[in-house]
Each structure stands twice: as structure tokens, then as C-alpha cells.
């Protein structure tokens, strides 16, 4: 399939993820900080704490993911809906342990929705021709 000229609704789903993305990147970066999870609300800091290695690393797994995909979009390479995938699936995960231990949170439905709405059009970009 030749390549082809993409919807500009491309270009700002694909960019409005990788800026979705990278703040996901510096809140892990922070959480992950000790002098920065010491200024945080007592109780984002016992769930920073209590957070188990699976879920970290989900968490670096969705958002790092994320990043890598939507940048790989604004490539037009079709390796991004499986960045994508992998990025969803880290999300999930961390999803099921902060539902575990708080209930369904709305952070936890908002990061869910966009992250399989990106893999969505993703997907819909690449059937269009879009992604090389």
C-alpha cells in the first residue's frame, strides 16, 4: 500500500498525545523522585509507597510507551500502533492497582479512554494509508 497524504486530524491527535504523553512522562519522573513524592499530598504519598514493582513498571510502560508511539505517528512509521498496544496494556495495569486500591478513580477512566482512542485512530491512520 502507498503511502498517503494524512487528514490533518493526524497531525493533532498525534500531537496532542505525545503532549498528553510527555506530562505522564514528568509525573512519573516525579513520583519517582523522593524529594518531590515528599511534597506531595499525604495521600498520594502512601500510594506512591505503596505501589508495587508491577505497577511501576506499568506505569513507565504506558506513559514512556505512549511517548514513543505518538512520536512514532508523527514519523508515519506503522510500528506505532504496536507501541501503542504495549502502551494500553501498562495503563491497564496500573489501572488495576490503582482501582484496587482506591476504587475506579476519573484519572484512571481519563488516561483509559485517550490511551485506546490514540491506539484507535492509530489504527484507523494506518488502514488509510497514513503509517509506512
Do not use: D
Request: proline share 4%; net charge positive.
Amino acid at each position: 500500500m502507498t503511502q498517503r497524504k494524512p487528514h490533518i486530524t493526524f497531525w493533532i491527535a498525534a500531537g496532542l498525545g505525545l503532549v498528553w504523553y510527555l506530562a505522564g512522562c514528568m509525573n512519573y519522573i516525579a513520583q519517582t523522585n523522593p524529594a518531590s513524592v515528599a511534597q506531595m499530598h499525604e495521600s498520594y504519598q502512601l500510594i506512591i509507597k505503596a505501589r508495587p514493582a508491577w505497577a511501576t513498571a506499568g506505569f513507565a510502560i504506558g506513559v514512556f510507551g505512549g511517548a514513543v508511539g505518538c512520536i512514532l505517528m508523527l514519523l508515519r512509521r506503522k510500528v506505532a500502533v504496536a507501541v501503542l498496544v504495549l502502551s494500553l496494556m501498562g495503563i491497564l495495569l496500573t489501572g488495576v492497582f490503582i482501582t484496587l486500591l482506591v476504587g475506579l478513580a476519573p484519572p484512571v477512566v481519563l488516561s483509559t479512554l485517550i490511551a485506546a482512542a490514540l491506539l484507535w485512530y492509530a489504527t484507523i491512520a494506518r488502514r488509510s494509508g497514513w503509517l509506512a
